[in-house]
């Protein structure tokens, strides 16, 4: 049973770091998107960083330049470092696999896998 757990958030000040793991089991194969997603409290889920098992990345806009995301398919593990990060990233970040499309090809909820996901919240 194919199983995506995330790790590494936590609580930080505005303008600190933190680096989120997505440890998967039981692909047989890299997926061929990964992504994270993140719930702000009383907001629809957003797409925050996304990346093909090409390495082919993109980034939503407020996210840009200050997260990177990225993945070792020989580990089946998805990482997103965070840096300068601002009290409106306070979400909950979950960790989606796409397992045979692109990303972007289809919308990502109807992504096949979702982690559970993992709190960061950043105080001003």
């Known amino acids: 049973q194919v199983q995506l757990v995330e790790s590494g958030g936590g609580s930080v000040q505005a303008g600190g770091s933190l680096r989120l793991s997505c440890a998967t089991s039981?692909?047989?194969?890299?997926?061929?998107?990964m992504a994270w997603v993140r719930q702000g409290q009383g907001k629809e889920r957003e797409g925050v960083a996304d990346?093909?098992?090409?390495?082919?990345?993109t980034y939503a806009d407020s996210v840009q330049g200050r997260f990177t995301i990225s993945r070792d398919n020989a580990k089946n593990t998805l990482y997103l470092q965070m840096h300068s990060l601002k009290p409106e990233d306070t979400a909950i970040y979950y960790c989606?696999?796409?397992?045979?499309?692109?990303?972007?090809?289809?919308?990502?909820?109807?992504?096949?896998?979702w982690g559970q996901g993992t709190q960061v919240t950043v105080s001003s």
């Open positions: 039981a692909f047989t194969a890299s997926p061929y998107c």
């Open positions: 990346i093909d098992s090409d390495g082919y990345t």
């Open positions: 989606a696999a796409d397992r045979w499309r692109r990303c972007g090809a289809r919308p990502i909820y109807e992504y096949d896998y």
